[in-house]
């Protein structure tokens, strides 16, 4: 099981955050929340519903700034990278998130094997 938290960014875009991969006996939705619950108290970070979340938003409670940056810290740099850049691929919301820069240096830098240099000066254009 991957986990991986969405989130919208103060722009309106859809970011996510990759955080590990679980092996899991099985895959009901059981067995699949208490793993996520496991792993979260493993690393010391807390589930909270929407409500709850919009009212420490709200009250200022929240500093989402901080603990982003916690969560940044806590995966190499190359693999919040590569989905920072992958999100660029995010057909919702009529491609909005779409940007031709992340997509060409994605393709240069994460699979520069499968994009002949003739092909990254294409995507450019």
């Known amino acids: 099981m991957a986990i991986v938290v969405r989130f919208v960014d103060c722009d309106g875009f859809i970011r996510e955050r990759f955080f590990d991969i679980e092996s899991v006996a099985n895959t009901n939705a059981l067995t699949l929340k208490n793993e996520i619950c496991k792993y979260f108290r493993r690393n010391e970070l807390n589930l909270i519903r929407k ?33 920072t850049l992958s999100s660029s691929l995010d057909p919702r919301n009529s491609l909005k998130s779409f940007n031709i820069e992340h997509i060409c240096k994605l393709a240069e830098k994460f699979y520069p094997a499968d994009f002949l240099p003739h092909e990254l000066k294409a995507l450019e254009t």
Do not use: A, C, H, W
């Open 51 to 83: 409500d709850e979340l919009k009212e420490l938003l709200d009250s200022g409670e929240l500093k989402t700034d901080s603990m982003l940056r916690q969560l940044n810290n806590r995966f190499p740099e190359q693999i919040v990278e590569l989905f």
